[in-house]
């Protein structure tokens, strides 16, 4: 049923782009190697590594509406391709100095902020909202859910950015939100396979 529920919750998000000031950031959820038995540990699942991780992008207008999904690979061309999908052409766009960001100036008012030199804030390019949300995001799954599949991951996530997108608004409303999207009908086989 709770999956039912995430997936109405997934249907929310609108098809219009972002504009605006936009950040842009990418986090890996799962693999904590430092809390597995030494012999279940995965060799060379560090940092970036998607052996253990998944992959989950975000895109978030400042003041606005944010989104987020799982990707397959932050490269080039996946993760360029995930935001010029979301935010309008010619909009600021803030990032870090991931290297999959790098052709974003072609299509927007591109700002790095540089947090290999340790830089997080100049002015207000920043991109400290959807970091925030990441915070929230992996809270949720250590604190409430502890362990999500690659297979179902994109329902939690539709969960938490339903949650974020409509923070500001009444249990009242929200609910009644769900129920206007409740009406999708998910059967049994299509939620398991």
Known sequence: MLHRIRT???LHQSDDKLDGVCEVDETYIGGLEKNKHFNKKTKGSQGRSTKTKIIVAGVIQRDGELRAKKLDSVGIAVLGKYVIDNIKEGCRVNTDEW???KKLHKFFDHQVVKHNTHEYVRGDVHTNTIEGFWGL????IK???HLMS??????????????YNTRSFSEQHRFNMVLDKSLVRINYNDLVK
């Open 99 to 101: 290297r999959g960001y």
């Open 150 to 163: 690659d297979k179902h991951i994109q329902k939690y996530i539709d969960e938490y950015v339903f949650r």
């Open 143 to 145: 604190g409430v859910y």
């Open 8 to 10: 109405a919750l997934g």
């Open 137 to 140: 995001l992996k809270r949720g």
